[in-house]
């Protein structure tokens, strides 16, 4: 495959966290890969993140996505609380921000009224306990078609190498 080296190379970026009481590990790094290898830059905030040091990285990095991650139980209370306090922040009010993970201490019970009630808290997608990825996937490259689209960015060498694979 060739590359068009006229365009700017750099890819959309997705800045990964999970919320304040969340120490869980493996569920960012998987979504560290995931997101890798859809074409996303990552930066990773990794666990126990308070709120105030996610929306200081998110104005440093200016994201085109945000993607919170938790499975301690805890997720719809800190993401609540969380996505206001991004939601007012003027940098990164417009950023498109996601949750998922196990997001209640009861299993699946709720979960319908915890994505109402998160998404009505400023959240563009919840994908509580989602053993199948593809709806997030979808939405992942959905942010990242626009992106590219609107700032003529063409994927960097390590998309390219991952399509290949593919085809
Ligand atoms: C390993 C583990 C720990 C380790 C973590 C070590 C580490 N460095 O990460 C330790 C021992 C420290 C730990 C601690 C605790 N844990 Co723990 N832990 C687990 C365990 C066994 C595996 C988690 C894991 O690593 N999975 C592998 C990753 C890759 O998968 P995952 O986390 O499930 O994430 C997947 C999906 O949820 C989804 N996903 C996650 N986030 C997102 C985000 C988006 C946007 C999308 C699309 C998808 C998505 O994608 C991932 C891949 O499929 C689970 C039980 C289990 N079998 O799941 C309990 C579990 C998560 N822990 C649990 C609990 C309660 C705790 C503690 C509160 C226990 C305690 N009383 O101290 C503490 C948490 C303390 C804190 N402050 O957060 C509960 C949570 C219950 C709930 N949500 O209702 C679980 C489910 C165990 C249980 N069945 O009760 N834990």
Redesign the pocket.
């Known amino acids: 495959m060739t590359t068009d080296n006229s365009y700017p190379r750099r890819n959309p970026t997705a800045l990964l966290s999970s919320v304040s009481?969340?120490?869980?590990?493996?569920?960012l790094v998987?979504?560290e890969l995931v997101l890798a290898e859809a074409g996303y830059d990552v930066h990773n905030l990794g666990p126990c993140v308070p709120d105030e040091l996610l929306i200081e990285n998110g104005r440093r990095h200016r994201p085109d996505l945000i993607?919170i991650?938790s499975?301690?139980?805890h997720g719809a209370s800190d993401g609540t609380r969380l996505i206001q306090r991004i939601r007012a922040d003027a940098a990164l009010a417009g950023t498109p921000v996601?949750?998922?993970?196990?997001l209640?201490?009861d299993?699946t019970a709720g979960a319908v009224e915890r994505e109402r009630l998160l998404l009505s808290a400023g959240f563009a997608a919840v994908?509580e306990?989602?053993?199948d990825?593809s709806p997030?996937l979808a939405f992942a490259a959905g942010v990242h078609r626009a992106v590219s689209t609107a700032t003529g960015r063409i994927p960097d060498e390590h998309t390219e190498r991952y399509v290949t694979v593919r085809m």
């Open positions: 009481s969340d120490s869980h590990t493996w569920n998987y979504l993607v991650s499975v301690n139980g996601v949750i998922g993970g196990k209640g201490t299993g994908f306990d989602a053993a990825l997030f």
